[in-house]
């Protein structure tokens, strides 16, 4: 079940708020520079914000480091900016600060300091959080394996649209993990994971096609969800076109 999501530099853009217009507009500025790709200038205008206190400017020149943008990739200088950043309550930094201790980069890895971090970020809203703490909880990584709290955090991630939540919930209801089993449930979210195009959640509902799970059975609509899995190599697509015999309808 486990497959960790990275956003580092995707809320970038939501991160930009509370500070003097000038630390506002020269923090801009940094965007500017790297959006144009000029990491060096980026990087200078970052410091001397993060210097200052700014938090995105921290959170911003830790992906940087981890990056290696416009300064030598560095792991340890990346935890100390996104430290900073976390610290002061900023859900993108104590995600990736979450990421580095659950891989050890950078720091010693230990998953109750991700699960800590992970924890922080969910409580924010971050879907990317909450869906790595289902992760944590489901496998009992840091934290005492725990199939419900994995399951509310899943459903709060999914709730948000975010595709592996969205998948795992499916899982979760169709077998009946952390919560009560429901096929129709089950049916819901794999459904809208596979309007995200997700190859897994189209072979899941391929096979609930063709058994009548959650759904009235439809051997045309099974051969359609799961022509595409099979012909890249997806194992439940396969299997589903194997034991239906797809290939005579």
């Known amino acids: 079940m486990k497959k960790k999501i990275c956003?580092?530099?995707a809320l970038i853009s939501v991160l930009i708020a509370g500070y003097s217009l000038s630390s506002a507009d020269d923090f801009q500025e940094g965007?500017?520079?790297?959006?144009?790709?000029d990491y060096t200038a980026t990087y200078h205008i970052f410091l001397k914000e993060a210097q200052k206190g700014n938090p995105s400017a921290q959170y911003k020149l830790g992906f940087m480091?981890?990056?290696?943008?416009g300064v030598l990739k560095d792991d340890k200088e990346a935890v100390k900016w996104y430290r900073?950043?976390?610290?002061?309550?900023?859900?993108?930094?104590?995600?990736?600060?979450?990421?580095?201790?659950?891989?050890?980069?950078?720091?010693?890895?230990?998953?109750?300091?991700?699960?800590?971090?992970?924890?922080?970020?969910?409580?924010?809203?971050?879907?990317?959080a909450q869906y790595n703490l289902g992760v944590m909880f489901g496998n009992g990584n840091g934290v005492q394996q725990d199939d419900k709290k994995?399951?509310?955090?899943?459903?709060?991630?999914?709730?948000?649209?975010?595709?592996?939540a969205q998948y795992n919930?499916?899982?979760?209801?169709?077998?009946?993990?952390?919560?009560?089993?429901?096929?129709?449930?089950?049916?819901?979210?794999?459904?809208?994971?596979?309007?995200q195009n997700d190859i897994k959640a189209k072979c899941r509902l391929a096979m609930m096609y063709a058994s009548g799970l959650g759904i009235a059975k439809d051997i045309l609509k099974a051969k359609q969800l799961?022509?595409?899995?099979?012909?890249?190599?997806?194992?439940?697509?396969?299997?589903?076109?194997?034991?239906?015999?797809?290939?005579?309808?």
């Open 31 to 37: 965007i500017a520079a790297y959006n144009k790709g």
């Open 65 to 69: 480091f981890a990056n290696g943008q």
């Open 169 to 195: 919930l499916g899982l979760m209801y169709a077998s009946g993990l952390g919560v009560e089993q429901d096929d129709k449930a089950a049916f819901k979210w794999f459904q809208l994971a596979a309007a």
């Open 150 to 164: 994995a399951f509310e955090w899943f459903r709060r991630a999914a709730a948000q649209g975010l595709l592996p």
């Open 84 to 128: 900073r950043a976390a610290e002061r309550g900023l859900s993108a930094a104590q995600y990736n600060l979450g990421v580095m201790y659950e891989e050890g980069w950078g720091v010693v890895r230990d998953d109750q300091e991700a699960v800590k971090w992970y924890e922080r970020a969910a409580e924010r809203g971050l879907s990317a």
């Open 226 to 249: 799961a022509r595409e899995g099979y012909e890249t190599g997806n194992e439940i697509c396969k299997m589903v076109w194997d034991q239906n015999h797809l290939e005579n309808y």
């Open 7 to 9: 956003l580092f530099s």
